[in-house]
């Protein structure tokens, strides 16, 4: 999957959100390895009881694991969007997480968004996306 991304530069994040950033990218790189269909019930499943995330946390959580992984950073998208809701939910809120593509020229991109609007993404390049699955909160 790939797209283009807007935010790639981190900022430092607080020491106390790294741990749990690090904690997210592993856990990441293992879902990003399932299959589509368990992506999507695990993701499912990890989002419940969580309440919605606003801007501000969304954005939070993924500088942070830009910040602490290089494998969240360019391309890889899948495993920067699954580390970024991971993230979010160990703060205890859910953001909504998408997964699109488009046909010309093919191209697939997930992400996650709050509220319909994409967290430090190309809002503009998005829009020529389908969006195939979103997961958003759910109590």
């Known amino acids: 999957m790939s797209a283009p991304v807007v935010n790639e530069r981190a900022v430092a ?4 959100i790294r ?3 690090r904690l997210a990218v592993l856990l990441a790189r293992v879902i990003a390895r399932l299959t589509p269909e368990r992506q999507f019930a695990l993701l499912k499943a990890v989002r419940l009881g969580a309440r919605a995330c606003n801007v501000d946390e969304a954005h939070r959580a993924r500088n ?3 910040f602490v992984s290089v494998m969240c950073t360019g391309p890889w998208c899948l495993q920067r969007s699954i580390a970024a809701a991971l993230l979010c939910r160990l703060c205890g809120t859910w953001p909504q997480w998408c997964v699109g593509v488009r046909t010309e020229p093919f191209r697939a991109h997930a ?5 319909g609007s994409p967290v430090d993404e190309d809002a503009e390049q ?3 996306f389908h969006e195939l699955v979103m ?3 759910r109590s």
């Open 13 to 16: 994040p607080p020491l106390w």
């Open 19 to 21: 741990p749990p950033a």
């Open 64 to 66: 942070a694991v830009v």
């Open 111 to 115: 992400w996650i968004q709050v509220a």
């Open 126 to 128: 998005l829009r020529y």
């Open 135 to 137: 997961i958003g909160p």
